[in-house]
T-cell receptor, first 115, second 110 residues
Framework: GAGVSQSPSNKVTEKGKDVELRCDPISGHTALYWYRQSLGQGLEFLIYFQGNSAPDKSGLPSDRFSAERTGGSVSTLTIQRTQQEDSAVYLC?????????????FGSGTQLSVL | GQQLNQSPQSMFIQEGEDVSMNCTSSSIFNTWLWYKQEPGEGPVLLIALYKAGELTSNGRLTAQFGITRKDSFLNISASIPSDVGIYFCAGRGGSYIPTFGRGTSLIVHP
């Protein structure tokens, strides 16, 4: 597609349920990033994928969070046993490669609400 | 880890006024980036800076890479209503992962 696509755009779930958020990066972009944006806060780094290298998971806040990237393209962020503090906008971005990491192209995000 | 302080947190201005915002870092960056986020959208890159002292413009926007490599500034001249949004600075040091500031929320009154 022309841009980074994220789905769903909105997700409401009950505390304790698992959720999956999807990101479809720009075709040909090898680097993919997940960030979390809480109300009034900046963008908190979660995880980074570059090509076939092992992902940088240093930003994941707990072991309830995991992400995978299949075939070097689509990525899924999974949050298990969701908590109310997980409520935020989850943003995905891609870039051409790690050297061009400054030109991150963001999707519109998934607004997650945990009740 | 790296920390970015972005100020001001919010600005309420009249159309036509100039705007200034800045970011300071606890460590040196090799790249400074400025993004704008509009409601319901992801951030969009406005300006990228790669060298200490660099001054770059994009229309009415001008950004500078501080000499110390620990700060950056964004100015918007002659603001218009469509400038409304949240402006984020981001810096990249040795890592390929940009660190973002908390954003400056800009409201422009017609």
């Amino acid at each position: 597609g022309a841009g980074v696509s994220q789905s769903p755009s909105n997700k409401v779930t009950e505390k304790g349920k698992d959720v999956e958020l999807r990101c479809d990066p720009i075709s040909g972009h090898t680097a993919l990033y997940w960030y979390r944006q809480s109300l009034g806060q900046g963008l908190e780094f979660l995880i980074y994928f570059q090509g076939n290298s092992a992902p940088d998971k240093s930003g994941l806040p707990s072991d309830r969070f995991s992400a995978e990237r299949t075939g070097g393209s689509v990525s899924t962020l999974t949050i298990q046993r969701t908590q109310q503090e997980d409520s935020a906008v989850y943003l995905c971005a891609s870039s051409l490669d790690s050297r061009g990491g400054e030109k991150l192209f963001f999707g519109s995000g998934t607004q997650l609400s945990v009740l | 880890g790296q920390q970015l302080n972005q100020s001001p947190q919010s600005m309420f201005i009249q159309e036509g006024e100039d705007v200034s915002m800045n970011c300071t870092s606890s460590s040196i960056f090799n790249t400074w980036l400025w993004y704008k986020q509009e409601p319901g959208e992801g951030p969009v890159l406005l300006i990228a800076l790669y060298k200490a002292g660099e001054l770059t413009s994009n229309g009415r926007l001008t950004a500078q890479f501080g000499i110390t490599r620990k700060d950056s500034f964004l100015n918007i001249s002659a603001s218009i209503p469509s400038d409304v949004g949240i402006y984020f600075c981001a810096g990249r040091g040795g890592s390929y992962i940009p660190t973002f500031g908390r954003g400056t929320s800009l409201i422009v009154h017609p």
